[in-house]
């Protein structure tokens, strides 16, 4: 018998090795892909798995719809000098709050002071004049009716009366105006609010040309301004629903939400043409002196009236190719999959429209322990448990 040998190339023995351990991962993902996380086996005879599992339940839940938008003073003065003068006197502090009639600038005094003295003055002259026109007017017009002085004589002297009850008008009137431009130079604060900065010192002459002496803000309460698009509103109004149902919340730019609500109580007449929105004004109260004018706050519309809808916690909400899915807990702790369609997220909570029932325990946390029929061993959910899986997860 004649022996043949066949020569093989010699293959290095890293070669070799790679070759032989390729299929073997591939079998690997294979398997793992088809189990996938939510589908791991419990050893034979291992306990239950632990898992951490929560009661779904009804909450109370107002929509909303959410907007950006902007702080506005509600009333916002710029203070003018009414007359003439140097500056006296400043009584407030910049940046500081005043209260209605509280004095803020004081000009200077004695030149409205002597002014006041002779329109008083005046004003006596004028009515010593009256009285001896009235006099004279007395004695001619009895002499007239003797027929002892001449028609013309009484003209003059009815006359002259006229112009002595004229000049006591004028007279009177100069008074009030002196009067009023003395109490022009004590500025006084037309509503409570804060003040701006002063524009001119105290030394420096001012007058009713001159640039606002500062500006004072009303503080509390507060405009919200933001723009709606044209969709919610035709939304809004095709529903029926009316300011009267709604409250505005704000959230403040450090991510807080502020715990003062407002109401809507203007809305623009006309469309914005570049943006088709309609801007919408609420009103919110200030007491803290949080808000500020012009800034940016975060805006949620809320209804009054909150519809019962049922919640679970993100963490129970898992997806895959045919949608999202939970992992229910039987009464006597089986797992089973459960499709579920989801609504609006409200904080760490997501509405389930259906698929779930008022008191169905849901898995929130050992997810990959676990697969559909086995039995577990599970706790309540409570609020310091640290979850370990994420809000939504998406299945293999």
Known sequence: MIAHVFLVPARPW???????????VFLALIAAALTGPAMAQAPAGAPPPSVVVETARVHDVA???AFIGRVQAIDKVAIRARVDGFLA???????GEVKKGEKLFTLERAPYEAALAAAKANLTSAHAGL???????????ELADRGTSSLSTLDDATSKLSQARASVQAQEAALTKAELDLSYTEILAPMDGRTGR??????????PTSNPLLTLVRQDPM???????????????????SRDNVLVRIKLPDGTTY??????????????A???????????????????????????VMSKNPEHKLMVSQSAIMLDQQGAYVLAVTPDNKVEIRRVEVGDQRGPRIIVSSGLAEGDRVIVSGHQKVRPGIVVEPSEFKADVNLETPAVEVAP
């Open 14 to 24: 890293h070669a070799l090795t790679r070759s032989l351990v390729r299929p073997a």
């Open 63 to 65: 929509e909303e719809t």
């Open 89 to 95: 006197h400043r009584g407030f502090d910049e940046g």
């Open 131 to 141: 009285e001896l026109a009235q006099a004279t007017y007395n004695r001619t017009k």
């Open 198 to 207: 002063a524009t001119y010192s105290v030394g420096e002459y001012v007058g």
């Open 223 to 241: 405009y919200v301004a933001f723009p709606v698009p044209q969709r919610i509103l035709l939304q809004v109004r095709k529903s029926g629903v």
């Open 259 to 272: 715990d003062q609500d407002g109401a809507i109580k203007f809305s623009e007449v006309e469309s914005n």
């Open 274 to 300: 570049g943006t088709d929105t309609v801007t919408v004004r609420a009103e919110i109260p200030n007491p803290q002196r949080l808000l500020v004018d012009q800034q940016i706050v975060g805006v949620k």
